[in-house]
């Protein structure tokens, strides 16, 4: 069975920086793809971030520039360094495989979560 351990979050003033991290296990990790995912309250789970199985990454257009998602394979884990961040970065975050496609040359992330379990996630609070 998949699990996801996300770890790493926690209260930041604007501006600061917080690097999260997620274990994971039951599944071949070097070979899927992996996104971040967040939830602010009241709203529902959003991609932030993505990393295919070779290393292409891709960003919400909201973290883009602040935001950096990186894996280490023999350590089944992905991380997501957190930069300059904001208020409205606010929620808890939350990590997941993904599928792969190929288009105009690369890979890209898609998302495979429909109805699947989520881990507990990391709470991210970022204070003005």
């Known amino acids: 069975q998949v699990q996801l351990v996300e770890s790493g979050g926690g209260l930041v003033q604007a501006g600061g920086s917080l690097r999260l991290s997620c274990v994971a296990s039951?599944?071949?990790?070097?070979?899927?793809?992996m996104g971040w995912y967040r939830q602010a309250p009241g709203m529902q789970r959003e991609l932030v971030a993505s990393?295919?199985?070779?290393?292409?990454?891709d960003y919400a257009d909201s973290v883009k520039g602040r935001f950096t998602i990186s894996r280490d394979n023999a350590k089944n884990t992905v991380y997501l360094q957190m930069d300059s961040l904001k208020p409205e970065d606010t929620g808890v975050y939350y990590c997941?495989?993904?599928?792969?496609?190929?288009?105009?040359?690369?890979?890209?992330?898609?998302?495979?979560?429909?109805?699947?379990?989520w881990g507990q996630g990391t709470q991210v609070t970022v204070s003005s």
């Open positions: 990393i295919t199985s070779d290393g292409s990454t």
């Open positions: 039951g599944f071949i990790f070097s070979i899927n793809s």
């Open positions: 997941a495989p993904g599928g792969e496609t190929y288009s105009g040359g690369r890979y890209y992330f898609t998302d495979k979560t429909f109805g699947g379990d």
